[in-house]
């Protein structure tokens, strides 16, 4: 019984990674979007470390949770 849990474990994982792999591949338009995206922030914030440019995005997520708190 153990092993047969574990088979379909295994053969869930392979699944869900089969499925992520092959179906959720981003189109040209989201591609295209995606690069002009990030042409628009070299363009706006310059070369920016990795640190950040996360904390820019945490600070415009926070920014965009208190807006929607403040519409309702």
Do not use: C, H, W
Not at 7 to 35: D, H
Not at 41 to 67: F, L, N, P
């Amino acid at each position: 019984m153990k092993k047969l849990l574990i088979i379909l474990a295994l053969a869930g994982v392979a699944a869900a990674v089969f499925y992520f792999a092959i179906y959720e591949k981003p189109g040209p338009l989201e591609e295209l979007g995606r690069e002009v995206d990030e042409t628009l922030d070299k363009v706006r914030y310059g070369d920016e470390s990795t640190m950040e440019k996360a904390g820019r995005k945490i600070g415009e997520a926070a920014d965009e949770v208190k807006q929607e708190f403040n519409d309702e």
